[in-house]
C-alpha cells in the first residue's frame, strides 16, 4: 500500500563505488523526482521527469544519471562515489506543473567512508 | 528564482501550547504546500493550499497569495508534532524553504 517507495533505506559504501537507489510510486502520477537532503535538513532538487522525459536536471555532477523506465519508476544511479556525496535522498511524485500534492518516499541515507 | 523564507527557524513549546509558523514567498505562485519532516525522516504532506484556509484536526493553514505569505496553526500541540514544518511554494517547481524545526516538550 505504500504509496512512494524506495529502497534501500540505508547504503553505506565506500568512496569510488558505484551505487544504485530505486523509487517507485503507485499514486498514478506522471511526474517524479529526486531531492538530496543535507545535514542542515536543506532540500535540494535534482531531478525531476514528467512522463519519463527528463524536464529538470539542477546543477548535479555528470557522477548521477537518472533513469525513468516508465511513469511509476525513477531511479537513480551514482558513479564513482564521494565523501560529499553522503546525504539523505529522497523520491518524490506528484502530478505535473506541482497541481497536486507532492508525496516523498522513506529518503535513503547514503554513507560514504 | 523564488526565495521562500520560513520563520521562526527553531521553536521550542510545552505540550498543550498553541503556534504559529510563517512561509513568505518572493513572487506569485501556482500553489504552496505545507510538509512535516518526524524525527525519522519521513517527510508528510500536509496541505495542498494554493490560496485560503484549509483545517485537518489540530493543524490548520491559511495562505494569502496577494500578499504572498502561508500560515501554519498548531493547536494544543504534542510531543508528535516535533520536527521540521516545511513550506514548498510552486512556480515550474518546487521550492522549499529552509524549515521550522519544532520541538515541543513534555
Known amino acids: 500500500d505504500t504509496a512512494v517507495s524506495q529502497t534501500p533505506k540505508y547504503l553505506v559504501t565506500q568512496m569510488g563505488n558505484d551505487k544504485s537507489i530505486k523509487c517507485e510510486q503507485n499514486l498514478g502520477h506522471d511526474t517524479m523526482y529526486w531531492y538530496k537532503q543535507d545535514s542542515k535538513k536543506f532540500l535540494k532538487i535534482m531531478f525531476s521527469y514528467n512522463n519519463k522525459e527528463l524536464i529538470i536536471n539542477e546543477t548535479v555532477p555528470n557522477r548521477f544519471s537518472p533513469k525513468s523506465p516508465d511513469k511509476a519508476h525513477l531511479n537513480l544511479h551514482i558513479n564513482s562515489l564521494e565523501l560529499g556525496d553522503s546525504a539523505v535522498y529522497f523520491c518524490?511524485?506528484?502530478?505535473?506543473?506541482?497541481?497536486?500534492?507532492?508525496?516523498f518516499g522513506n529518503g535513503t541515507r547514503l554513507t560514504v567512508t | 528564482g523564488i526565495q521562500v523564507e520560513q520563520s521562526p527557524p527553531d521553536l521550542i513549546l510545552q505540550e498543550g501550547a498553541n503556534s504559529t509558523l510563517r512561509c513568505n514567498f518572493s513572487d506569485s505562485v501556482n500553489n504552496l504546500q505545507w510538509f512535516h519532516q518526524n524525527p525519522w525522516g519521513q517527510l508528510i504532506n500536509l496541505f495542498y493550499?494554493?490560496?485560503g484556509t484549509k483545517q485537518n484536526g489540530r493543524l490548520s493553514a491559511t495562505t494569502v497569495a496577494t500578499e504572498r505569505y502561508s500560515l501554519l496553526y498548531i493547536s494544543s500541540s504534542q510531543t508528535t508534532d516535533s520536527g521540521v514544518y516545511f513550506c514548498a511554494v510552486v512556480l515550474n517547481k518546487f521550492y522549499f524553504g529552509s524549515g521550522t524545526k519544532l520541538n515541543v516538550k513534555p
Open positions: 518524490a511524485s506528484g502530478r505535473t506543473g506541482g497541481s497536486s500534492p507532492l508525496h
Open positions: 493550499i494554493p490560496s
